[in-house]
């Protein structure tokens, strides 16, 4: 791992922690809905207000300290920006999966987790992207992975 790939680790997994945090609060208050947050390709999917609270942490967590990442999430889709976040000769971006397994979390059904990903990719290149990182926090149990 280089430097800049340490630093958004640690940063990283200490969202992902407190995104696990934000998802025990709707824990036991969650309404279950019947469309995603955005987006028409979305619709007629499950989303909980849980879903939504930790999109909008994560996503204001991770675009305002790296404006120029790649965002990709499962409830909103994609937030491309102006300009790609360029370190050494890489393009990156993360992946975020706010609650997986929303039904079992609407149900309240174990197992549910946080998940983020972050993937790279030679910069100027079609190259697809590699995973160099995840995350898969449960917090029901208290287990990062």
């Keep these: 791992m280089n430097n800049f790939e340490q630093e958004l680790f640690q940063?990283?997994?200490?969202?992902i922690l407190k995104a696990g945090a934000i998802t025990m609060q709707h824990?036991?208050?969650h309404k279950l809905t019947?469309?995603?947050?955005?987006?028409?390709?979305?619709?007629?999917q499950a989303v909980t207000e849980g879903d939504l609270a930790v999109q909008k942490f994560l996503k204001e967590q991770v675009l305002g300290?790296?404006?120029?990442?790649?965002?990709?999430?499962?409830?909103?889709?994609?937030?491309m920006p102006s300009k790609s976040l360029i370190k050494g000769d890489h393009t990156y971006k993360v992946v975020v999966d706010e609650i997986d397994a929303t039904v079992n979390f609407g149900?309240?059904?174990?197992p549910f987790s946080n998940v983020i990903g972050v993937q790279k990719r030679k910069t100027g290149t079609k190259e697809p992207y590699t995973t160099i990182?995840?995350?898969?926090?449960m917090p029901l149990t208290d287990e990062l992975f």
């Design 11 to 15: 940063f990283l997994a200490d969202r």
């Design 27 to 29: 824990y036991k208050v």
């Design 133 to 137: 990182m995840g995350f898969n926090y």
């Design 107 to 110: 149900l309240k059904f174990y």
């Design 34 to 44: 019947a469309d995603k947050a955005e987006g028409p390709q979305f619709s007629q």
């Design 65 to 79: 300290e790296y404006p120029e990442i790649v965002y990709f999430s499962e409830e909103s889709g994609i937030a």
